[in-house]
């Protein structure tokens, strides 16, 4: 038997238990199921019975600030017979919600032309030359998805050259607009949308219905934009709270019941048998493939998979995003290795090379903030100017501390941005002093806003006796699905339970399988083989844990996920 040490990986801290007071208020309710629910600051009962029915949440589309004025401009200009483009964003946000705009033009018998800006070429948003093209093709109008609030000067341009422009954007605002026919963004100054977490695509979907209403379509097609919208909003770590959660839960349904022929084809080429997906399958099967094509080459492959309406031709656009998606992976591997090397650590972690791939900077960065629990910001270093991508942690808003950083050293070539994700270029000699400059930013908002240093901390749902669960505890866990940003899913401490039996397994012996005995019954249990180099058979250990559903007897047909594990205190 080994040796009783103190081998956990994180420090465990367990949510306070809900108080006899808030179980009084909503007592329609388990106990367990409102200490989740209170976990995830879900208390009162309106908020639990709009959570627990996400369709509460989606809020009218008519709220959104201007949405009436720029459908009316779009059904007069489709009245009119002018052309139309809808211009995106390379990724899977933007990508989705130039679709969802695609398949409404297309039920209404319009033909546009979808623009997705080239990363390596254009850059993020709009841009003269696009627009110059655009004119030079007889657009007379533009709709914006995921982008154009900032874009000011662009903007301008396009009204010069007789090129009306409508924005949806969802990315932070300014004191000054671009004089746009109308600006459809939450968080505009006079909004009072209810909601300020909607994604590219989520806005999109909004006002894919306001056209809907206004030219009397046949809104079956919902079901098919409502699974756009869910692959942005879970691709732009949308937080599953609120009218998210409302969008996500329809749009997964939409999926597993009929899914749209790309999505099909790409579950297929993941090696899924069905599509019957959930957030996870969708974040690590689904999303980075549609992504793959705008980071090594042509996002406008990914729109045309979504778009086509012919099994056959999704199969084989699937296999040409396979393609990408494989050359994506070996630049990522070799440049996360070469990020670990070249990491500055701080408030911010920062790796700067003249290696790195434009097209996966940003994959580096939420590697490099997933394995130290820190904002990380890649930068891809050119012969003038360089690329930046940051990711960012739970409360810490990275997009607000680049612009402040941005203005104190003179401005970026482009900026854009939200919370949790925000990208920029640079020029080269302003790189040292955007350095120094955002690593005190960071470490006074940290201050400022009670964020402790959470490397080691593992945030734990409850503690659970396995031998007296409740009865419901799946039916409980699955009422909170989906899950993803805002919305975890439960994680649980057992204590003083024994190996029964250790196996190692998979390639390269990288999992293990564990039975642990409780009082009364075997639990099959599952880990990372690192996990469990220090316990031996009849080792007495704690765990934290989530479940998974293996059969339908409740004791023998569930397995238990190891996130953590522990020597017990208790002999």
Request: contains cysteine; negative net charge; charged residues 20%.
């Amino acid at each position: 038997m080994s040796n009783n040490l103190e081998t956990s990986k994180y420090t465990w801290e367990i949510h306070n238990t809900i108080s006899d007071e808030i179980l009084l208020a909503t007592e329609d309710y388990p106990k367990l199921l409102q200490q989740l629910l209170h976990n995830r600051n879900i208390t009162t009962e309106s908020e639990i019975s709009s959570f627990l029915d996400p369709i509460e949440s989606i809020n009218s589309y008519s709220i959104l600030p201007n949405i009436a004025k720029a459908t009316d401009y779009i059904a007069n200009v489709i009245r009119n017979n002018k052309k139309i483009c809808v211009f995106g964003d390379f990724d899977v946000d933007g990508i989705s919600a130039t679709a969802i705009l695609g398949r409404t033009f297309q039920a209404a018998g319009v033909s546009i032309i979808p623009h997705i800006p080239n990363r390596f070429t254009e850059g993020h948003g709009l841009n003269r030359e696009a627009i110059k093209m655009l004119k030079d093709l007889a657009v007379e109008l533009i709709i914006t998805v995921d982008t154009g609030t900032t874009a000011i000067d662009e903007i301008n341009y396009a009204n010069e050259l007789g090129v009306s422009v409508i924005v949806t954007d969802h990315h932070l605002t300014f004191d000054a607009l671009p004089e746009a026919i109308a600006i459809i963004n939450p968080q505009l100054p006079d909004s009072i949308y209810p909601f300020m977490g909607l994604t590219g695509a989520g806005l999109a979907l909004k006002l894919a219905e306001s056209i809907i209403e206004k030219l009397d379509l046949d809104r079956s097609i919902l079901d098919d934009l409502y699974s756009l919208a869910t692959l942005g909003t879970v691709a732009d770590i949308g937080t599953l709270i609120s009218e998210n959660r409302g969008i996500v839960n329809k749009g997964l349904k939409s999926i597993g019941q009929k899914p749209l022929v790309g999505i099909k084809a790409l579950s297929i080429a993941s090696g899924r048998k069905n599509t019957y997906l959930n957030v996870k399958d969708l974040s690590w099967n689904i999303i980075p493939r549609l992504n793959a094509t705008g980071r090594m080459g042509d996002p406008k492959l990914s729109y045309d998979i979504l778009t086509t309406n012919e099994f056959p031709d999704a199969v084989e656009k699937a296999k040409q995003i396979e393609e990408y998606n494989i050359l994506r992976r070996e630049e990522t591997q070799k440049g996360f290795k070469t990020a670990m090397n070249s990491l500055e650590p701080g408030p911010i972690y920062i790796a700067q090379d003249k290696t790195f791939h434009w097209g996966i900077i940003g994959l580096l960065a939420n590697r490099i903030a997933g394995r130290f629990n820190k904002p990380a910001i890649v930068i891809s270093e050119g012969e003038e100017y360089s690329l930046g991508s940051a990711r960012s942690i739970e409360n810490f808003d990275v997009g607000n501390i680049i612009e402040k950083t941005g203005g104190l050293i003179g401005g970026f070539e482009k900026f854009g941005g939200h919370a949790q994700a925000a990208g920029f270029t640079i020029e080269n000699s302003k790189i040292p002093l955007f350095k120094k400059t955002i690593q005190e930013l960071s470490r006074n908002y940290a201050i400022e806003n009670n964020i402790q240093d959470m490397n080691n901390s593992l945030k734990i749902d409850c503690k659970l006796e396995l031998d007296d669960l409740p009865k419901e505890i799946l039916k409980i866990i699955g009422m909170l699905r989906p899950f993803g940003e805002k919305n975890p899913e439960p994680i649980f401490m057992s204590n003083n339970l024994t190996i029964q039996k250790k196996r190692l397994y998979g390639s390269r012996n990288r999992a293990a399988l564990i039975q642990l005995k409780s009082t009364n019954f075997i639990w099959d249990t599952f880990a990372s083989n690192n996990m469990m180099v220090p316990y031996e058979v009849g080792d007495k250990v704690d765990i934290v844990y989530s479940f998974s559903l293996r059969g339908a007897n409740m004791n023998t047909g569930m397995n238990l996920n190891i996130q953590d594990i522990r020597h017990s205190k208790v002999s």
